[in-house]
């Protein structure tokens, strides 16, 4: 195993990734919103909320020309560096990725043409419904890549089949009703809910302590915080959701998270090292303060779970693991004129398929993630989460009172929101991704075995490229981004503004 060629192939995939997802929040995010915006200007036929909507819309298509760039890179990259990965479970991981490549991507770049470019062109009712449609299709292919992403956590509806040496899909429909990806979709969708609303008021908050476009910027900020707000709850509840699901499917993720050596009933979480609420982390993992939690140690060395079912110590698997991989070794190679070998070869292989992966651990240790990382990542995702969702709430408490320019303190924090709440949803997958290692794909395939044949220097080389490249990218899109804030929107008519709109009156 070449320890520097994996580690160099997982730093890459990290990269990217991470860059991506700084586009995709915004996008399902901002999104939303302009639908929003447009549906009260299409009610109201105020100048306002359709320079408002144009302005928002342009922010949103040149976060989502640079986003479309970075996916592209990403799914590439199964092919260049994860060749063993994609030659396994190409079959299935593949299905989600075109449909979200051939339905999905193209209903909401069909529909993005038309919101950007057809507003003299269409009726108001159809370019209404092509903003709709645009948020739609964003959602759509967020949902049909986390259901590729949610298969790599919790691996269902496929059987591994010996003569192909590959894992086959059995069942379209559990595959794409998998719990852990649908609930992965309701979480981003709202974190990008979170992180559109945050954007949305911190850059209104810059407008309003320069003292411009004071109600575009008061609107927009209604709006932004509105949406913010439903989504950060949202976040909290699909996140209860997701601790029972982990402590389900991933276990070893779940006691990384709280840093559980040792588990038990009542198990407390951590708010930070030697502060705990009692029973708070079996509430999370089983919504039951009695329900037992296994800790690192238990999970390597065998635990009974809540229903009572035996889970075997890592080391059993192993060597049901290195069983299953000498049975196919045995059987591809075995002589076709003695079919009662073969057939027990593949009996060995199919009842032992589900512990394959552990089949190329050299030790038990080996399915411990990196602890501190995910305990401080959880963390900074939560806290800051909870920040962000007072700030939004107070934005809109301001607002509603009218006093939003008389605290400046407020809008400042809101422009600081921006940078935090990108810094939220990393950490949220770094837990999720670094949570699972040393898994690509739960218990079926390590990171070690799904890597290509390819040269530590070729991957190192590829890597700084795309960090350069990534680098002017995000560089030439804030430059562009903050050029077109500073523009401003489009003008709009004062005197018909503040005929309707005197709760957001200049003070």
């Not at 496929?158 to 309701?186: C, H, I, L, Q």
């Not at 559109?196 to 109600?215: D, H, M, N, Q, R």
């Not at 559980?260 to 951590?270: C, E, M, P, V, Y």
């Not at 562009?480 to 804030?485: D, G």
Request: net charge positive; with cysteine.
């Amino acid at each position: 195993m070449n320890t520097a060629l994996i580690n160099w192939s997982r730093l890459q995939f990290a990269v990217t990734a991470a860059y991506h997802w700084l586009f995709v929040p915004l996008t399902l995010g901002l999104a939303l919103i302009i639908a929003v915006m447009e549906t009260i200007y299409y009610r109201n036929k105020q100048t306002l909320w359709k320079s408002m909507t144009k302005f928002w819309m342009k922010l949103f298509a040149i976060n989502f020309a640079v986003g479309i760039a970075t996916g592209l890179i990403l799914e590439f990259e199964f092919g260049t560096n994860w060749s063993n990965y994609s030659w396994l479970v190409g079959d299935i991981f593949g299905a989600p990725l075109a449909i979200e490549g051939i339905v999905a991507f193209f209903m909401e770049a069909t529909f993005f043409a038309v919101m950007f470019f057809g507003w003299e062109k269409v009726s108001p009712g159809f370019h209404l419904a092509s903003t709709w449609f645009t948020g739609i299709g964003a959602a759509l292919s967020a949902y049909w890549i986390l259901v590729a992403n949610g298969w790599m956590q919790n691996p269902v509806g496929t059987v591994f089949n010996p003569d192909t040496v590959r894992n086959e899909m059995v069942s379209f429909g559990t595959v794409a009703t998998n719990p852990v990806a649908v609930n992965k979709f309701f979480h981003s969708v709202f974190s990008g809910w979170m992180t559109g609303g945050v954007f949305t008021i911190g850059v209104s908050a810059w407008y309003l302590l320069k003292k411009k476009k004071i109600p575009f910027a008061k609107s927009s900020m209604a709006v932004g915080s509105l949406v913010g707000i439903a989504g950060a709850v949202a976040v909290i509840l699909s996140g209860d959701r997701s601790g029972v699901d982990i402590a389900r499917y991933q276990p070893m993720k779940l006691a990384a998270v709280e840093g559980l050596d040792n588990g038990g009933r009542n198990a407390s979480f951590s708010i930070v090292p030697g502060v705990s609420v009692p029973s708070m982390l079996s509430i999370l993992a089983t919504h039951d303060p009695n329900g037992y939690v296994p800790g690192i140690n238990d999970i390597i060395l065998g635990y009974t779970d809540n229903d009572g079912g035996y889970v075997l110590p890592v080391q059993a698997k192993m060597w049901r693991g290195r069983k299953a991989l000498a049975a196919l070794n045995y059987y591809r190679n075995s002589n076709d004129s003695v079919p009662e070998n073969k057939a027990l070869f593949k009996r060995v292989v199919e009842s032992n398929s589900a512990y394959m992966g552990y089949g190329r651990l050299s030790k038990p240790a080996d399915v411990v993630p990196n602890v501190p990382f995910v305990y401080w990542s959880f963390r900074t995702m939560v806290y800051l989460g909870c920040f962000i969702l007072l700030v939004l709430i107070l934005v809109q408490f301001f607002l509603y009172k009218d006093k939003i320019m008389k605290n400046r303190w407020l809008l400042r924090l809101a422009i600081i929101s921006i940078p935090l709440v990108y810094i939220c949803g990393q950490a949220g997958w770094i837990v999720s991704e670094v949570g699972r290692q040393p898994w690509a794909i739960q218990d079926l395939l390590t990171v070690g075995a799904a890597t290509s044949s390819l040269s530590v220097a070729a991957v190192k080389t590829t890597f700084f490229i795309f960090l350069i490249v990534f680098a002017l990218f995000l560089v030439i899109e804030i430059g562009i981004m903050l050029k077109a804030i500073q523009k401003g929107p489009d003008p709009y008519f004062p005197d018909e503004i503040n005929s309707t709109h005197q709760n957001y009156r200049r003070e």
